[in-house]
């Protein structure tokens, strides 16, 4: 029989059984689309009847396989919604499919033929098999999937798939239906996966694949040898399956006449922990038929149960609390205790705009770079494909720099208007006919750098050195390495390794994906208790290794450890404890611990008397200092109030000025809560005057707030000595600051702002100006041969000078 597929005329020889082929023209597209595959799973004689071991419990191969077939669907449930998943059986015991007629028995196809999405009634119908126990052929198989396969995906952009779950019962040495099947499988573009149940774990001898080793030999685009430990730690609810495709496709600029095309892939990529989105159980039941929407649902939302976040903007300090209307809002830079304003313009004026690229600034030596420079996921640059001269360019740029053992550092942007960023290239060279790629890694700037050094260590003695290297012998995880055995003993391969880190999962996410597929099938089911503490743990054969030679009593007599208990933090301290503590010393009798009142606890009822207490107590001593010259009525001298606690005065850095006016505005109590912000605020101007000149601008404002305060207080010579101290600054960081401050003619308190100064108009205009001030006393004194004053040997002042002084 002769088909003609996908342009091409294919011979079909019929020996035995009577095959059946549809006509209809394949399109074969070259890129991907959308995934298809079909899950073809034996439940015959053999896998019905034979048992192996699954853990501790022995089971039937045909359960191996179910299960196999159910994580499988259970993943592109989570993560591939899209895909399209069918379900065909063999070595039932009826038949149901399409070519029933044509003598296709006991070949049953799930969903009557059906692909679907896969979901959570295609996962439940995977836990238990059709009835089996028939004579199980899988060409019968096959050729009904395939023929499923064609029908379905005649014209479509998609990816065909067929996952056989079988044994080596099902098929033969020499079956030319068998290889015809195969040439099939290259003419639709369909990859067959087989997995054998029951076969040597991770084994990929020929004896143990049957009639298929040669196959997948002679076909290695179409067919696949898959181990079941593979094809379960691929199709596991821990593992999102990726394409590997190009994250960006650019040029490697070499120099401005040579420049490589080459494409950048990911090659490790943090996977985080799914999020759980919020949802409304109120709108889920509104949208039910019977419900109905209630009167403040809209409509629209009742399409789906995702809630919706509205956000609205008030003013801090508004009371009536309106909306902020959004022409009327800006962003903003906190800058100290002031917010810099920032337009969309601004934005769009800071963004960095530039092309993407990636540009050599040179080469360095591999030695000048170590894992800790690395700030990022690693990459991987490779030659573009299909693009020969640009294979070979990339080929010779590997090997000059294996050669001479040198690193390519550039410059990478790879989106446009992206942020840039410096890398290092790292070669390396190809094996088994891979290509050979670049592997990029993130450098980091001046800023990411966090320097860090460790103390000083004793030197270790010969004994210690001995028993440390025992213990790294014995967690030693590579086996080849430490017995020298070889990878490959008698035809059977075995693994090198105890661990490998490139298989291990992450636990918390298979946790996380188990429980979800339990609840979507148990809805009540209840979280289990953790155990991720076993998921990783050293490997069995270190632990043996390390309790044979007693290491762990070794490292303890060599190193003399000692278990160190960590310090416990603050604790509360009570009344009864402190008297215990004395009571030890001193000869103390019952103390009433509740009679005993604590300031800094009372309570509002109790801070409202002490208030009222005080202040009848000062209307008492105003009415009795107005009696009669400080005598009470009953004749008794009047000695001072007692003061109350002294409060604690504190000047942040954050908002300065708003702390030192609102101590300034606090009087009374007969505490001096004016000089202790005063002083506070001096020292918040000198630290801000050393941190830099970006912080200038905000210690000029608390200057200013400061002078203002000093002026309202009287304490005009307190601001005028520390002023005068800012002048003489001998920093270049105080030079600049007072050069400012001078230019805002911030300077000394003149006599007309506070009577009690002794600084004139004319001064403080010489102190701005930096000039040097003499009186008019001093300037006439200076031509008297005597050296008396004026006032002294002058005229005698009038009534009118006098008066003038005392104004």
Avoid at 21 to 28: A, D, F, H
Avoid at 701 to 723: Q, T, Y
Wanted: include cysteine; charged fraction near 25%; hydrophobic fraction near 40%.
């Amino acid at each position: 029989i002769y088909i003609y597929i996908g342009g091409q005329l294919n011979r079909f020889v019929t020996r035995g059984r009577r095959s059946y082929w549809p006509s209809n023209r394949l399109i074969i597209m070259a890129w991907k689309g959308k995934d298809v595959t079909i899950l073809l799973v034996d439940v015959g004689d053999s896998m019905c009847r034979q048992k192996m071991s699954a853990g501790s419990e022995l089971v039937a191969k045909a359960d191996v396989a179910m299960s196999l077939a159910k994580t499988l669907a259970q993943q592109k449930m989570l993560f591939l919604p899209r895909s399209e998943l069918g379900v065909v059986f063999f070595g039932t015991a009826g038949t149901v499919n399409n070519l029933e007629r044509d003598g296709y028995e006991h070949v049953t196809v799930a969903y009557d033929g059906i692909l679907r999405s896969p979901d959570l009634p295609m996962v439940q119908y995977l836990m238990k098999h059709p009835d089996g126990g028939a004579a199980s052929d899988a060409v019968n198989g096959l050729i009904v999937t395939l023929d499923l396969l064609i029908q379905r995906t005649r014209d479509m952009k998609c990816t065909r798939t067929i996952h056989l779950l079988t044994d080596l019962a099902s098929t033969s040495f020499g079956d030319e239906d068998l290889e015809e099947c195969v040439r099939q499988l290259a003419a639709t573009s369909t990859l067959l996966k087989v997995s054998l149940i029951g076969a040597p774990p991770m084994s990929m001898a020929d004896a143990d694949w049957g009639p298929w080793a040669p196959l997948a030999r002679a076909s290695p685009g179409c067919i696949e040898l898959l181990p079941t430990e593979i094809f379960a730690r691929h199709s596991s609810l821990s593992v999102k399956p990726v394409e590997l495709r190009a994250k960006v496709r650019m040029s490697l600029t070499i120099s401005p006449q040579l420049e490589i095309p080459i494409g950048i892939y990911s090659r490790t990529t943090r996977v985080s922990f799914p999020t759980l989105k919020k949802s409304s159980k109120r709108a889920a039941l509104a949208g039910a038929p019977a419900g109905g929407a209630g009167p403040d649902i809209p409509m629209d939302p009742l399409k789906k149960d995702a809630v919706m976040t509205d956000w609205t903007y008030h003013v801090a300090d508004d009371p009536e609390g309106r909306d902020v209307a959004k022409e009327d809002r800006i962003k903003g830079h906190r800058y100290g205790s002031s917010i810099v304003p920032m337009s969309e313009y601004d934005e769009a004026a800071l963004m960095y705009t530039c092309e993407r690229t990636l540009t050599t600034l040179g080469f360095a030596d591999m030695n000048s770079l170590s894992p800790e420079h690395s700030v990022h996921h690693i990459e991987a640059v490779a030659a573009d494909k299909g693009d020969a001269w640009a294979a070979c360019a990339f080929e010779s740029l590997i090997q000059v720099m294996l050669s001479e053992r040198l690193v390519l550092i550039a410059r990478y942007v790879f989106r446009k208007n992206a942020q840039p960023r410096m890398v290092a290239l790292w070669a390396r060279k190809g094996e088994n006919g891979c290509a050979s790629i670049l592997e990029m890694q993130y450098l980091p700037f001046f800023e990411d750098i966090r320097e860090w050094s460790c103390p000083s260590l004793p030197t270790p003695s010969a004994e210690q050195e001995a028993t440390v290297e025992a213990l790294v012998d014995a967690f030693n995880l590579d086996v080849v390495a430490t017995s020298g055995a070889e990878p490959i003993k008698g035809g059977k391969s075995f693994d090198p390794e105890y661990f490998k880190l490139e298989d291990t999962n992450n636990p918390c996410l298979a946790r996380f994906y188990d429980f979800v597929v339990k609840r979507l099938v148990t809805p009540g089911i209840k979280v289990p208790p953790s155990d991720l503490g076993n998921h990783i743990d050293v490997p069995v054969q270190a632990k043996e290794k390390s309790e044979k030679r007693k290491i762990p009593d070794e490292l303890k007599a060599k190193f003399t450890l000692q278990r160190v208990e960590k310090s416990g933090g603050k604790r509360k301290h009570f009344w009864r404890e402190a008297i215990a503590e004395k009571r030890k010393d001193l000869d103390l009798g019952e103390v009433d611990t509740k009679r005993i009142r604590v300031p800094e606890r009372l309570g509002k009822k109790e801070e409202q008397e002490k208030k009222e207490d005080d202040d009848e107590e000062k209307k008492k001593g105003v009415k009795a200092e107005e009696g009669g010259g400080g005598a009470t009525s009953s004749g008794g001298p009047v000695f001072a109030q007692p003061v109350g606690v002294f409060p604690a005065v504190h000047v942040g850095s954050v908002h300065p000025e708003r702390d030192f006016e609102r101590w300034l505005a606090q009087k009374g109590g007969g505490h001096d809560i004016v000089g202790e912000a005063m002083r506070q605020m001096k020292d918040i101007i000198e630290r801000l005057i050393d941190e830099g000149e970006d912080f200038h601008g905000k210690a000029l404002s608390c200057l200013s707030s400061l002078r203002k305060g000093c002026v309202s207080e009287g304490e005009a010579g307190l601001f005028n000595n520390f002023i005068r101290l800012l002048s003489h600054g001998v920093t270049q960081r105080k030079i600049h600051f007072w050069k400012r401050a001078s230019e805002a003619s911030v300077g000394l308190i003149t006599d007309g702002e506070v009577p009690t100064s002794t600084v004139s108009i004319e001064e403080a205009r010489a102190f701005l100006r930096g000039e040097p001030f003499f009186p008019p006393s001093s300037a006439s004194a200076a031509h008297k041969p005597d050296g008396s004053s004026g006032t002294h040997g002058g005229p005698p002042l009038t009534e009118q000078d006098l008066e003038a002084m005392i104004d």
